[in-house]
């Protein structure tokens, strides 16, 4: 019996562990940016976008399909970081393979 007990106090301990990193996670930010800093993008753990900032040289309505490709490559710069950052910071919690956010 005394088995079943550590047992559930070490799940306890794993899912209050999982539920800090993912508070964690959430609380954590990025900038990606693109065109040489033309296009920047800020996003958190959960890949939502905090803020974009677009230079005003690139507002040339001639450029719309340019600035669409740089906000685009701007976001995936900005998840790339942040997936790096889970990653490494998951390291010894979650098991091979797993992924958050959940």
Known sequence: MNNFSDLMKQAQKMQQQLMDAQKKISETSVE???GGGM???KINGK???QSLVIDPKLLNPED???????VVAAYNDAKKK???QI???MGGILPPGMKLPF
């Open 87 to 89: 990653s490494s910071g």
């Open 39 to 41: 296009v920047t993008i």
């Open 32 to 34: 990606g940016a693109s």
């Open 64 to 70: 719309a399909t340019m600035v669409s490709d740089l």
């Open 47 to 49: 890949y939502e976008i």
């Open 82 to 84: 942040i997936e790096e």
